[in-house]
C-alpha cells in the first residue's frame, strides 16, 4: 500500500510542483506553510457522520412536524421561524441514548469546550467522550436521517457548484509516521462532471476568491495510515436552493485516510455556532423547510441552545457553539490560486 502511495504522490507533484499560499481562515490569518510538494483533491462526497446504535435511538419515534400531526389528526404546534422563542415545543424528541461515532473527543485538541456540558458518544474502541452534540438535536428528525432529504440535497451540492470544497494535502509523501500540513478552501467553480454524473478526477478548481473560505493551515500527523490535522478553523460556503450561508467549524480536527487507488476519505468535526445553524435550518428554511424535515423551529432552537457544547460566553452564563461531524470523500484535483 506504501508503494502505490509514493507512485501517486510522485505523479502529481510532476505535474503541480511545489506552490506557496497564504490568505485568511475563517477565525483568523492561516499559518503561513512553506514551499512543499501539494496533492490538491475536490470532495466527491459530503454528508453527517450517522452513529450506530445497538437499539432503536429514538424509542419515542421522530418528531412529529406540522404535516405529520395533520395526518394524525392532530393540530399543529404553533411556530414561528423568524421568532423561535415566541412559543414551544414540548414534543420535539432528542437523541439521549448512547450511541458510538468514529469521531474525536474535540476536548482533547482544544479548551474551547470548557465549562459547556455534554452526553458524549464512545467511539468504536469504547472510549467515551466522542463530540457530537448537533446529533442529539436533529437525531431523531426524519429529513436528517441516512437516505433522507438533507441526505440527498447536501450530498448533491458536492457536485453541482453549490458547495465545492477542496482539500490539500501539504509535504504528503505517503510514509506512516510522518509530519505534514492541510488545508481546506471553498470553490466558486463546479467540479467536471462525467456522463453518469460523478466527478472526474484531475479537474482544475480555484480557490475562492474571498480569503475568509480558506482554512488555517493544520500541523498534522500521519499515524497508522491516518492524518489526524488540528485544531483549525474552516469555513464552507454553500448556495443550495433556498439556502444561502457558510458551515464555519471552530477548533475543526480533520482526519483524512488516503486510499490505495489516490483516493482520499475522512470526516471534519469541529464547533458550529448555534445561530448559524438556526440560520440555515430556521430563518433560512422557513416553515416550508421545517415542515419538509418534520420539525418544528420552535422545537430545533430550544435543542440547540440545550445541546450547545463550546464558547462559553460568560456573559450570558450560556454556550453558544454546538460540536458538529461530516464524513467525506476526495478525488484527486488541481488546486489553483
Same mark, same amino acid.
Given at each position: 500500500?506504501?508503494?502505490?502511495?509514493?507512485?501517486? %504522490?510522485?505523479?502529481?507533484?510532476?505535474?503541480?510542483?511545489?506552490?506557496?499560499?497564504?490568505? &485568511?481562515?475563517?477565525?483568523?490569518?492561516?499559518?503561513? $506553510?512553506?514551499?512543499? @510538494?501539494?496533492?490538491?483533491?475536490?470532495? &466527491?462526497?459530503?454528508?453527517?457522520?450517522?452513529?450506530?446504535h445497538e437499539s432503536d435511538p429514538c424509542p419515542g419515534g421522530f418528531t412529529l412536524g406540522a404535516?405529520?400531526?395533520?395526518?394524525?389528526?392532530?393540530?399543529?404546534?404553533?411556530?414561528?421561524?423568524?421568532?423561535?422563542?415566541?412559543?414551544?415545543?414540548?414534543?420535539f424528541k432528542e437523541l439521549l441514548g448512547p450511541g458510538t461515532v468514529d469521531g474525536v473527543d474535540?476536548? &482533547?485538541? !482544544?479548551?474551547?469546550?470548557?465549562?459547556? +456540558?455534554?452526553? +458524549?458518544?464512545?467511539?468504536?474502541?469504547?472510549? !467515551?467522550?466522542?463530540?457530537? @452534540?448537533?446529533?442529539?438535536?436533529? +437525531?431523531? %428528525?426524519?429529513?436528517? @436521517?441516512?437516505?433522507?432529504? !438533507?441526505?440527498?440535497?447536501?450530498?448533491?451540492?458536492?457536485?453541482?457548484?453549490?458547495?465545492?470544497?477542496?482539500?490539500?494535502?501539504?509535504?504528503?509523501?505517503?510514509?506512516? /509516521?510522518?509530519?505534514?500540513?492541510?488545508?481546506? *478552501?471553498?470553490?466558486? @467553480? !463546479?467540479?467536471?462532471?462525467? $456522463? /453518469?454524473?460523478?466527478?472526474?478526477?484531475?479537474?482544475?478548481?480555484? =480557490?475562492?476568491?474571498?480569503?475568509?473560505?480558506?482554512?488555517?493551515?493544520?500541523?498534522?500527523?500521519?499515524?497508522?495510515? %491516518?492524518?489526524?490535522? #488540528?485544531?483549525?478553523?474552516?469555513?464552507?460556503?454553500?448556495?443550495?436552493?433556498?439556502?444561502? +450561508?457558510?458551515?464555519?467549524?471552530?477548533?475543526?480536527?480533520?482526519?483524512?485516510?488516503?486510499?490505495? /487507488?489516490?483516493?482520499?476519505? #475522512?470526516?471534519?468535526?469541529?464547533?458550529?455556532?448555534?445561530?448559524?445553524?438556526?440560520?440555515?435550518?430556521?430563518?433560512?428554511?422557513?416553515?416550508?423547510?421545517?415542515?419538509?424535515? &418534520?420539525?418544528?423551529?420552535?422545537?430545533?432552537?430550544?435543542?440547540?441552545?440545550?445541546?450547545?457544547?463550546?464558547?462559553?460566553?460568560?456573559?450570558?452564563?450560556?454556550?453558544?457553539?454546538?460540536? =458538529?461531524?461530516?464524513? *467525506?470523500?476526495?478525488?484527486?484535483?488541481?488546486?489553483?490560486?
Amino acid at each position: 500500500m506504501r508503494r502505490k502511495y509514493l507512485n501517486f %504522490v510522485a505523479l502529481l507533484a510532476v505535474v503541480t510542483g511545489p506552490i506557496s499560499c497564504g490568505g &485568511s481562515g475563517g477565525g483568523g490569518a492561516p499559518t503561513s $506553510a512553506p514551499s512543499a @510538494q501539494r496533492s490538491g483533491y475536490v470532495l &466527491s462526497s459530503f454528508r453527517y457522520v450517522f452513529p450506530e446504535h445497538e437499539s432503536d435511538p429514538c424509542p419515542g419515534g421522530f418528531t412529529l412536524g406540522a404535516v405529520e400531526r395533520r395526518l394524525l389528526g392532530q393540530e399543529p404546534i404553533p411556530d414561528d421561524c423568524l421568532d423561535p422563542e415566541a412559543n414551544a415545543d414540548p414534543e420535539f424528541k432528542e437523541l439521549l441514548g448512547p450511541g458510538t461515532v468514529d469521531g474525536v473527543d474535540l476536548d &482533547s485538541f !482544544s479548551s474551547f469546550g470548557e465549562q459547556c +456540558g455534554e452526553n +458524549g458518544f464512545s467511539d468504536p474502541e469504547g472510549n !467515551s467522550g466522542v463530540d457530537y @452534540q448537533l446529533w442529539r438535536s436533529i +437525531g431523531c %428528525v426524519q429529513g436528517f @436521517q441516512e437516505g433522507e432529504i !438533507s441526505d440527498i440535497v447536501v450530498g448533491g451540492a458536492v457536485a453541482n457548484g453549490s458547495m465545492t470544497i477542496l482539500l490539500e494535502l501539504i509535504g504528503f509523501e505517503g510514509d506512516d /509516521d510522518q509530519d505534514l500540513q492541510v488545508q481546506m *478552501f471553498a470553490s466558486q @467553480q !463546479s467540479p467536471p462532471l462525467g $456522463a /453518469d454524473g460523478s466527478i472526474l478526477p484531475f479537474g482544475t478548481l480555484s =480557490v475562492h476568491e474571498d480569503e475568509r473560505y480558506h482554512s488555517t493551515v493544520g500541523s498534522a500527523q500521519m499515524r497508522d495510515g %491516518v492524518i489526524v490535522a #488540528g485544531p483549525m478553523d474552516v469555513r464552507i460556503r454553500l448556495n443550495i436552493q433556498i439556502v444561502e +450561508g457558510d458551515i464555519s467549524f471552530r477548533d475543526a480536527v480533520v482526519r483524512v485516510e488516503p486510499m490505495p /487507488d489516490g483516493t482520499i476519505r #475522512g470526516a471534519i468535526f469541529g464547533y458550529q455556532e448555534i445561530a448559524e445553524v438556526y440560520d440555515t435550518f430556521g430563518i433560512q428554511v422557513g416553515q416550508a423547510g421545517a415542515q419538509a424535515l &418534520s420539525y418544528t423551529c420552535t422545537g430545533l432552537w430550544d435543542s440547540l441552545k440545550k445541546n450547545a457544547d463550546g464558547g462559553f460566553d460568560p456573559a450570558t452564563g450560556a454556550c453558544n457553539s454546538i460540536s =458538529v461531524a461530516y464524513q *467525506f470523500e476526495a478525488i484527486p484535483a488541481f488546486v489553483a490560486r
